[in-house]
């Protein structure tokens, strides 16, 4: 089933796992939207800069970011209302995890490249 799936914290430098993140998942045939706020364009996708930009609805969101740019995220990702969060390893954040729980959103710390090649995304 295709998702419209936020990548928090994508990336223009192929190298890295958020941007690997947007082509897989374009791959897999989902609709891609990455959010930076230094970017304009990513892998030829516009980028919002923030989460409160996005459009809505949003299935899925897939952090890419660390901690400490992730709490502040929370009103955001709260007045969004994805179906989960996914914290990719690094991005982990027990506090924001919790908070999101709480607030009836889905949870999970995995990566979102091994979720798309198992089919378990």
């Known amino acids: 089933m295709s998702e419209t799936v936020a990548v928090i914290g994508?990336?223009?430098?192929?190298?890295?796992?958020?941007?690997?993140?947007?082509?897989?998942?374009?791959?897999?045939?989902?609709t891609v939207l990455p959010v930076n706020p230094a970017q304009e364009t990513i892998e030829g996708l516009p980028?919002?800069?923030?989460?409160?930009?996005?459009?809505?609805?949003?299935?899925?969101v897939t952090m890419y970011v660390s901690p400490a740019h992730s709490a502040p995220l929370?009103?955001?990702?709260?007045?969004?209302?994805p179906?989960?969060?996914?914290?990719?390893?690094?991005?982990?954040?027990?506090?924001l995890e919790s908070a999101?729980?709480?607030?009836?959103?889905?949870?999970e710390e995995a990566c979102t490249l091994v979720l798309l090649r198992t089919n378990q995304f």
């Open 10 to 30: 994508a990336s223009t430098k192929a190298e890295r796992y958020s941007n690997k993140a947007v082509r897989l998942l374009r791959e897999y045939g989902h």
């Open 74 to 81: 929370l009103p955001a990702l709260l007045a969004l209302k």
């Open 47 to 60: 980028v919002s800069r923030t989460i409160d930009a996005l459009p809505r609805p949003v299935d899925t």
């Open 83 to 95: 179906r989960r969060v996914i914290f990719n390893p690094g991005a982990e954040n027990p506090v």
């Open 100 to 107: 999101l729980e709480k607030a009836g959103i889905g949870v």
